[in-house]
């Protein structure tokens, strides 16, 4: 079961959504496929009992997104969730270098104004394939994600070739996360997504970073087993 801090201020956030959308409350609980006094108890901020699935279903159902933070100690929580992401990062550019690709971390890059950085940028010179990788410990803002990882697709090759002198025959793309329940559950959940956007898998992933032929998109889930292997 979900508890928030400020449930109040949940249930009038929904409530300025669906007026400014001019939308009824029926309309909102038949997209979140909730009741209509169910919906309506989530705008009066009567939030017990609510899973946090139903919560991200009206929030999908006004056009936003769900958000859940996690405070532990004064900061531990993030100091935690940093190493989550250093470890994968690790375990990637291990498989990575044993199949012979070259590495450059957090490559930062500058187009027109628009900046970013690269989680991993991997190239291997015998194909020329550039491999762009972001890394997620965890999934949050699924929209957020693809976009960011298509902006990058466009921009990045460009700025590889001027400033690495690797001109890419090919392009590819993945997200790596932890194969936790929470993210393989997000994963089925958002199986159309995933599908549209990123539709390898780890296996074909690990397969094709061994040998890589042309371009993919994908998701490789990394275990605690295989994060724990050196």
Known sequence: MLQLVNESRVGRVFRAIRLHQRLSQQTVADKARISQSVYSRAERGELAGMTIGSLERIATALGGSLFVDIRYRGGIADRLVDAAHAALVDRVVRVLRRSGWLIELEFGFTVFGDRGSVDIL???????TLLIVEVKSRFTDLQAMLLSLARKFRLVPNVART?????????A?????SGTYENRSILARHAAIFDAALPERSLGIRRWIRAPSGSIAGVWLVSKEALSHR
């Open 163 to 171: 400033e690495l002198g690797w001109d890419a025959a090919a392009v």
């Open 122 to 128: 991997a190239w291997h010179a015998a194909t020329h």
């Open 173 to 177: 793309r993945i997200v790596v996360a």
